[in-house]
Structures are given as structure tokens and as C-alpha cells.
Antibody
């Protein structure tokens, strides 16, 4: 079955860049679907960060767009998130997910387990 | 961008019917999706395209849409249904989640 697994540093210093990778198993990224990132601050709700197609086409949350880069590596069957100039407000559990789509990305049908990232000096 | 509004909490006794609403001006034009999230776990998609149920989701979960409001209905609520529920929608400008509703099974 399709599985997603996030990886990356659990602690990032303020003003630095948060980098996470999502490894996909059981499905080839190149076969279709968008792939996305969502985050959840402690005790709060879900926030969509952005989504990417295997071709590299991206959609970003307008509120984060200036700081976010999502990329895909089809040779490694994984996709990545970079969030620059982080502050304590970026402390959250970060999830990667498979995105079902029609004309545009729609929703998230398979999720990774999530990884906690804390921004602190 | 637009907003999706959910009640912060809903309480129901076991065996009763729980209804969780989600309101947003874009909902007449866009599909709505619902996720269940239990503590310490990733969200799980329970309803897609307003009223479709993914395989493996119990039949007691259903969705409906009327105008600017979509509703997740859980019939015959069980203790295991206690969780946070989020609605979500999307358009060409991106994806939006509602604030979430905590379902308490009394």
C-alpha cells in the first residue's frame, strides 16, 4: 500500500531554513497525483502549505508563498519542503500527503505520520 | 482566499446522531472534504466530494451539502468516533481548512 514518511531536523533555529523530505513507497510519484505539505501548530488546526505535481507544477498558500519552496525528486520517489526565515510561529507538526485532484489539487487521501519541528535557539 | 467556519465543539451521547456543519461562501461552487483526527495521529479522510465515502470508512459517516453549508453526519455515534473533525475545500487559488470541531461522546 502507499505510504509516506517525513524526515528532517526536529529543531531549527530562528531565521534559518526548515527542510523536510517526504519519501513515498508503494507508488511512483511519476504516475500521477499531486503531493502536498500541511502543518499543525501544537493544539491548533490544520494549515495547507503547498502542493506539487511530478512535473514540478506547484500551488502555494498565499500567506506562506514568499518563504516556501516545494520540489520533487522522481528518481528518489520523494518530495521536499523548504521554509525560510522561520520563527517560533512555524513550530508545528508537519505532514506530507498524497493529493487527489481534478482540474486543480483538491484534497488529501493518504497522509504521513507527521514530524514535529520546533523553532528555537 | 476564503474561509470555512465550523463550530468549535459538538457533544452527543453514544448511539445518537452527530451533525457537524461547515460554512463558506465558496462551498456552492467547490467540493467539500472531511477529515477525522484522533490525538497524536494524522488526519484521515472520511468524506470526499461532499458526500462520497472512501473505502474502509464506516457507513455511519455521511456528508451532505446545501447552499453555503456542508454537513458531516455520524449516525449511531460510537465512543471511538470522539475526535477532531476538519472540513476542507479548494479552488485554483489554493486549499483551505476549517478551524476544526471537537466531537465529544458523552
Amino acid at each position: 500500500q502507499v505510504q509516506l514518511q517525513e524526515s528532517g531536523p526536529g529543531l531549527v533555529k530562528p531565521s534559518e531554513t526548515l527542510s523536510l523530505t517526504c519519501a513515498v513507497s508503494g507508488y511512483s510519484i511519476s504516475s500521477g497525483y499531486y503531493w502536498g505539505w500541511i502543518r499543525q501548530p501544537p493544539g491548533k488546526g490544520l494549515e495547507w502549505i503547498g502542493s506539487i505535481y511530478h512535473s514540478g507544477s506547484t500551488y502555494y498558500n498565499p500567506s506562506l508563498k514568499s518563504r516556501v519552496t516545494i520540489s520533487v525528486d522522481t528518481s528518489k520517489n520523494q518530495f521536499s519542503l523548504k521554509l525560510s526565515s522561520v520563527t517560533a510561529a512555524d513550530t508545528a507538526v508537519y505532514y506530507c500527503a498524497r493529493v487527489i485532484w481534478t482540474v486543480t489539487p483538491e484534497a488529501f487521501d493518504i497522509w504521513g505520520q507527521g514530524t514535529m519541528v520546533t523553532v528555537s535557539s | 482566499s476564503y474561509e470555512l467556519t465550523q463550530p468549535p465543539s459538538v457533544s452527543v451521547s453514544p448511539g445518537q446522531t452527530a451533525r457537524i456543519t461547515c460554512s463558506g461562501d465558496a462551498l456552492p461552487k467547490q467540493y467539500a472534504y472531511w477529515y477525522q483526527q484522533k490525538p497524536g495521529q494524522a488526519p484521515v479522510l472520511v468524506i470526499y466530494k461532499d458526500s462520497e465515502r472512501p473505502s474502509g470508512i464506516p457507513e455511519r459517516f455521511s456528508g451532505s451539502s446545501s447552499g453555503t453549508t456542508v454537513t458531516l453526519t455520524i449516525s449511531g455515534v460510537q465512543a471511538e468516533d470522539e475526535a477532531d473533525y476538519y472540513c476542507q475545500s479548494a479552488d485554483s487559488s489554493g486549499t483551505v481548512f476549517g478551524g476544526g470541531t471537537k466531537l465529544t461522546v458523552l
